[in-house]
């Protein structure tokens, strides 16, 4: 969730700078395959500044982290540094309490908030919010394995989440047994098998 706050700007301008963000959002996936990048006008204050300085609760991995070096790492904090480079300004962090969020960008401490927050009404009533994805639950279950687990991550998101722990000194991982009985299209021990890999992967460096 970005959050602008609605004090900083005019409702013009607020709108405009929702909108703007909107689209940078929408627009990354097209850019990350190697598109040219388009230039986008920053608000004032953010252009004068040189900077757009964003908050968020760095304790949640793969979103948002941090390294061995206490560098800000984790795809919440890439899009902060996306929308950055598209305002063609430099981007900062402070790394807050989640309860000091929205607080903190309500007293200008920062431009825009990115981190795990619900986009709730009550807090629209203060905050402009820009919603950039979307999260639900659902029951799942590997065929090929004796230990299913209820509700658990799709391969998608386990590998997202292996792959988003890279620069965490690890000590060690375990990966649960295919029953090959449970197992007859072999997706499961395909999956398995990519989950290995990903696990090892991080013990490179």
Known sequence: MIQFSKRGCGRIEFLRCAATVALIATALPVFARGAEAATITPPEAIAQAGKIVFCSDMTGPPLEFLDESTKPIGSDIDL???IA????????WNNLPFKGLIPALLAKQCDAVISQLFDKPERREAIGLVDYMNSSEALLVAPGTGTPEIGGLTTREALAFLRGLRGINLVGADLVEVAPQYDATSNTAHAGAQVLFEILSLFVK
């Open 80 to 82: 902060g540094r996306e």
């Open 85 to 92: 480079k598209r305002f063609g300004v430099k981007d900062e």
